[in-house]
């Protein structure tokens, strides 16, 4: 599975948006890009995935840049809740059958009040 | 909505001792994970599981570790001689299958070895 460049953190106000990049120059036609979090004390936790368009859930939106070498995941009104590690993670679903997740460092995202 | 469980939450035990972890997965997902992380860490891949058997593991994921489906709800993690270096939080994920790659994590054990 290709590799994803993220920022070590970054720090957001409450009830505003909020942009993780990520970087994966070398993702291939096949691989999707999947986001996780972890919140403080818990178990990654799916956000949402892609493979070429936009796409949006109840949590977030993810939008793919046109070449795919790299995505934001897009929080519309960050909340005190959202403050977690964001990561972006690619997986190709017909290769690598047993499925593993590879975790980089990813983003800590702060939310301040 | 259903949701991975973990038991226990916290497990202390002395060094060369064995443990087991269990874990519930969602009922109708047919591929099985642990992962690990380490304080301060990266979550690590160790070992998936489909079909009554390891599909992949980890250079981790050595002798001393094994998984079980012991009945058609438990997933389990053993470690059958504890080392200090397995302190870590335990993950079990569990996802549907085929090429729906959603994997859904419960809320780990953390493990202490003194």
């Known amino acids: 599975d290709a590799k994803t460049t993220q920022p070590n953190s970054m720090e957001s106000n409450e009830e505003e948006p909020v942009h993780l990049p990520c970087n994966h120059s070398?993702?291939?036609?096949?691989?999707?890009i999947h986001w996780y979090r972890q919140l403080p004390s818990q178990g990654p936790e799916y956000v949402i995935h892609?493979?070429?368009s936009n796409v949006n859930n109840r949590m977030a939106s993810l939008a793919i840049a046109e070449d795919r070498k790299s995505s934001t995941l897009i929080l519309h009104r960050a909340t005190l809740r959202d403050a977690a590690v964001y990561y972006c993670?690619?997986?190709?679903?017909?290769?690598?059958?047993?499925?593993?997740?590879?975790f980089g460092q990813g983003t800590e995202l702060s939310v301040k009040p | 909505e259903p949701e991975v469980t973990q038991t226990p939450s916290h497990q202390v035990t002395q060094m060369g001792q064995e443990v087991i972890l269990r874990c519930v997965p969602i009922?109708?997902?047919?591929?099985f994970y642990w992962y690990r992380q380490i304080l301060g860490q990266k979550v690590e891949f160790l070992v998936s599981?489909?079909?009554?058997?390891?599909?992949?593991k980890s250079e981790i994921f050595d002798d001393q570790f094994s998984v079980e489906r012991p009945d058609g709800s438990n997933f389990t993690l053993k470690i059958r001689s504890t080392k200090l270096e397995d302190s870590a939080m335990y993950f079990c994920?569990?996802?549907?299958?085929?090429?729906?790659?959603?994997?859904?994590f419960g809320p780990g054990t953390r493990l202490t070895v003194l």
């Open positions: 994920a569990s996802k549907m299958g085929g090429l729906t790659d959603t994997q859904y």
């Open positions: 070398t993702i291939s036609g096949t691989d999707y």
């Open positions: 892609g493979l070429t």
């Open positions: 993670i690619l997986r190709d679903p017909r290769g690598n059958q047993g499925g593993k997740l590879i």
């Open positions: 009922s109708n997902h047919l591929y």
């Open positions: 599981f489909y079909n009554n058997e390891i599909s992949e």
